[in-house]
């Protein structure tokens, strides 16, 4: 009889141990740990192209700006371009979508908004995807654009040609959505075979989702231990360390930038910091996507500007990449 008993109290035991770690570990995937302990800041825009690290040239971005002022303006639809210099030591997808959240990119009834985020210092990119345009732009069809043609680029330290061909990209699959002519150019996304985009089609997001928890779940908890960790101060062992991060030299077209981090415990005395060096800017030159006939083409003019955001929402599609 107590054998009985003891048995079931172990059960019981292992039983909610088990859902203990299932309820930690599917925290630690959804909400980065990093997140709570740190004050992330994310950037107020000022236009559709929002360049705060100057890695963009001025002709780049002023044809980048009208080309996302024609996009809005022929179809509603809303592209921002955001090039920031560190993720704060959050990932690309949560800044991503914290940032398209607070500027509101698309209509707020229609959710049809683009975010094009790059971060310079952690060379890592991602395309966020309202929810009206995940339909358009898939999320194969984002990492086609992030590896086709924005990445090569980037590769070759040009982001001026690499943000403008990309967003001319992007431009052309919001078109094509909305029925209108697209932009002329050489760039264009690499075509899947039939086979693999068939596959695709027919596979089940449900299926791969049930096959594929065990692995988030494993991802989600180690992801989390070490942005924690990252958190921890070496004095006082406490997740009480805050980083902050100033650009104490601009970079030019001729040299490096330097940024100076700080490292500050809340909790003890502990103060360290060391100089990060910046990459230097860099100017466009040739290729790319040109003027075309139609509604859809780009153009030097045209009426009407940048007027805010619309407020949309992000409906968490989308890719990201690195180089």
Known sequence: MHFFRLNITIKKTLFYFSFLFFFISS???FVNPQAIFSDVEYPDYTSFVNDYVEVIDSDSKNQI???????EQNTGAEIAIAVIDSLQGITVEEFAVELFEKWGIGKAKEDNGVLLLIAIQDRKLRIEVGYGLEGAITDLEAGDIINDIIVPRFKENNYSLGIYDG???IANEVYKEYGQDTLEGPVETTARGNFFTDFLDNFSCNSFFIC???VFLIAGLVSGIRNLLRRKCPKCRKFKLKIKRTVIQEPTYTSTGKMLEERTCTYCSFHD????????KTKSSGGGFFAGGGSGGFSGGGGGGFGGFGGGSSGGGGASGGW
């Open 27 to 29: 925290i630690l995937f």
């Open 212 to 214: 594929c928890i065990p």
């Open 167 to 169: 967003t001319a990209a």
């Open 65 to 71: 700006e009208q080309m996302c002022i024609e996009v």
């Open 273 to 280: 910091q060391r100089v990060i060096n910046l990459p230097k």
